[in-house]
């Protein structure tokens, strides 16, 4: 899935600017799903807009130049249905903590006891963050994302919390480390 279908599948739901675009890609519910930034968002609008997916209409601010507020089109629905149709690829998956967990034996007990630390709070606050997405859900689809989201969170911090302990006990205590390094 690329930066296009997922601004397509955000105006799918309303009408919005290329700011909420990027704040719902990168903190909202669609945060999930692609790596958006400003410099992919809006070269992808007026690609789209450019190929008849998507209008804007300028909308004035007090004290601040107009805003544009964009809408998807005909053309621009057929074309989210058509990617949406298409095979996913492999979902990617990236951890700095995980690469600290597989490293754990090189490291000092109090360093990863606070990578530890602060993965389950991360994970927590996950997983109250998707909570809150799907109590706000209006439609079986997102909750149903949010149920797998919370699933995939929840084990992940279900396992950490089981087998802390375990990772933990492969840290070196602080001479050991010092005498490793010697």
Same mark, same amino acid.
């Not at 968002?41 to 507020?69: H, M, W």
């Not at 909570?131 to 797998?148: F, I, M």
């Given at each position: 899935?690329?930066?296009?279908?997922?601004?397509? /599948?955000?105006?799918?739901?309303?009408?919005?600017?290329?700011?909420?675009?990027?704040?719902?890609?990168?903190?909202?519910?669609?945060?999930y799903? #692609? !790596? /958006?930034?400003?410099?992919?968002?809006?070269?992808?609008?007026?690609?789209? =807009?450019?190929?008849?997916?998507?209008?804007?209409?300028e909308?004035?601010?007090?004290?601040?130049?107009?805003?544009?507020?964009?809408?998807?089109?005909?053309?621009?629905?057929? =074309?989210?249905?058509?990617?949406?149709?298409?095979?996913?690829?492999?979902?990617?998956?990236?951890?700095?903590?995980l690469?600290?967990?597989?490293?754990?034996?090189?490291?000092?007990?109090?360093?990863?006891?606070?990578?530890?630390e602060?993965? =389950?709070?991360?994970?927590?606050?996950? #997983? !109250?963050?998707?909570?809150?997405?799907?109590?706000? /859900?209006?439609?079986?689809?997102?909750?149903? #994302?949010?149920?797998?989201?919370?699933?995939?969170?929840?084990?992940?911090?279900?396992?950490?919390?089981?087998?802390?302990?375990e990772?933990?006990? #492969?840290?070196?205590?602080?001479?050991?480390?010092? !005498?490793?390094?010697?």
């Amino acid at each position: 899935m690329n930066i296009r279908t997922l601004c397509l /599948a955000i105006l799918s739901a309303g009408d919005t600017t290329g700011y909420d675009i990027r704040k719902l890609s990168t903190e909202g519910k669609y945060s999930y799903f #692609v !790596d /958006a930034s400003y410099g992919a968002i809006y070269p992808a609008l007026n690609r789209l =807009e450019n190929d008849g997916c998507v209008t804007f209409r300028e909308e004035s601010q007090p004290g601040k130049p107009p805003r544009k507020v964009y809408s998807i089109t005909r053309e621009g629905h057929r =074309e989210l249905i058509e990617a949406l149709c298409d095979a996913p690829s492999k979902d990617i998956f990236k951890s700095e903590f995980l690469l600290i967990a597989m490293s754990a034996s090189r490291l000092p007990r109090e360093a990863l006891a606070r990578a530890i630390e602060t993965r =389950e709070v991360q994970l927590k606050e996950e #997983v !109250d963050l998707i909570q809150s997405l799907r109590d706000s /859900a209006k439609d079986e689809g997102t909750r149903w #994302v949010c149920d797998y989201g919370m699933a995939c969170m929840g084990g992940s911090l279900a396992h950490l919390q089981a087998t802390k302990d375990e990772l933990l006990a #492969v840290a070196q205590n602080e001479t050991e480390r010092l !005498d490793a390094a010697e």
